[in-house]
């Protein structure tokens, strides 16, 4: 009975259902698009270290894996690790803000990039040989609609693209490490050391011996560093989620009520008539609830299709800088969240219907 009471009433407002529905699946889509933006940009971090193919990195000293990466290390000392018994490859970068949200153009050496990870794969074009040479990976590319061949301005420079590569491996821009020293006046300094042991086992003992000679630098293990980088432990995210959230709340519940509110005034008179054939208060304030809940459950289906659609624009637009991750965990969170903002919007309106008196509903215009 009250399955089919909702569906008509939904069905003769229909406008005014699809509007709400609208402005319920705002609130979802801010929610999932905002986890997503955390774990696709975290997710792409962890995959780019991965690549590697390091098994131990060298921090600068005082630093932290959330505090931005300064070029204070002392090149030499990329020399001196690559001489520890368990260590085959040793490397050091360089990096340096390339302008965006979260990308950075990173300098490398490219024989220490070969014995550490096997090296770059070029798709297009040829390896760096000059100093203005710039590679860049599909997602940057692809971003900056850069070809091969053309210049393009990075960091304030003007650099010539001679290769496009496969995405997954360190940075999505890379560059001669001297040359990058050069213009950023670090000439003999590095922002961080990656080195490869000899053998599994023997990751621990060189973290150990290690510390014990640099007493200042954080170093961690590879595994234990993709660990650390997850969306919990990057400062005031959590906050900012938790922001977000209260605001989708707040635009959930003003739009249920507002929308319950007028769908009450409008049905003043068959309210009255169910309450005339006998329906209970009970009975009225359920009807409301579940129209609402309904709309709730309607909006959040289209805000988790709005967020594949956000995904879909952010992958054509800024793949490199704002990569969105489809958070399956947090459908049934977003979906709570505005359920249970939903129910609150309604209950002032349903317990307003159900308290109107039947004859004064009856004689409503």
């Known amino acids: 009975m009250i399955g089919k009471l909702v569906l008509e009433n939904i069905r003769h407002k229909f406008m005014r259902t ?50 931005a990466s300064t070029t204070n290390i002392p090149e030499e ?23 965006g949200l979260s990308d950075s153009i990173t300098g490398i050496d490219k024989g220490e990039m070969d014995r550490m990870s096997g090296g770059l794969t070029i798709d297009e074009g040829r390896g760096l040989r000059d100093p203005d040479d710039v590679l860049l990976d599909t997602y940057y590319a692809d971003q900056r609609h850069a070809k091969v061949g053309q210049k393009i301005e990075i960091g304030h420079h003007q650099w010539n693209v001679v290769g496009i590569v496969e995405p997954g ?49 954080p170093i961690y293990s590879m595994q234990d560093m993709l660990d650390l980088i997850s969306p919990d432990k990057v400062p005031y995210l959590s906050q900012f989620i938790f922001v977000i959230i209260g605001i989708s709340v707040v635009i959930s519940f003003a739009v249920v009520a507002l929308s319950m509110y007028m769908a009450v005034l409008q049905r003043t008179r068959e309210i009255g008539i169910l309450k005339a054939i006998g329906a209970s208060q009970s009975f009225i304030l359920t009807l409301i609830v579940a129209e609402s809940l ?23 637009l800024v793949p ?35 308290r109107h008196d039947p004859i004064e509903a009856l004689a409503y215009e």
Request: aromatic fraction near 8%; include cysteine.
């Open 18 to 67: 699809v509007l709400s529905v609208l402005l319920i699946a705002v609130p979802v889509t801010l929610i999932l698009v905002i986890v997503g933006l955390s774990h696709g940009m975290v997710n792409d971090s962890k995959s780019r270290q991965r690549g590697v193919g390091a098994d131990i990195l060298v921090r600068p000293p005082y630093s932290s894996l959330m505090s």
């Open 77 to 99: 000392l990329v020399a001196k690790l690559a001489t520890h018994a368990h260590v085959t490859a040793a490397m050091g970068t360089v990096n340096q803000s390339a302008g």
């Open 169 to 217: 491996k360190l940075s999505h821009i890379f560059c001669n490490i001297r040359f990058l020293q050069d213009l950023y006046s670090t000439k003999g300094l590095v922002s961080q050391i990656y080195l490869k042991v000899d053998d599994a086992k023997n990751i621990d003992p060189v973290i150990q011996d290690l510390k014990g000679q640099l007493k200042d630098y």
């Open 294 to 316: 309904a709309v709730g459950f309607a909006g959040t289906v289209l805000g988790i299709l709005f967020s594949f659609g956000t995904r879909g624009l952010l992958m054509k």
């Open 320 to 354: 490199s800088s704002l990569p969105q991750a489809i958070v399956y965990e947090w459908w049934p969170r977003a979906a709570g969240i505005v359920l249970f903002a939903a129910l609150l919007g309604a209950l002032y309106p349903g317990i307003s219907a159900a």
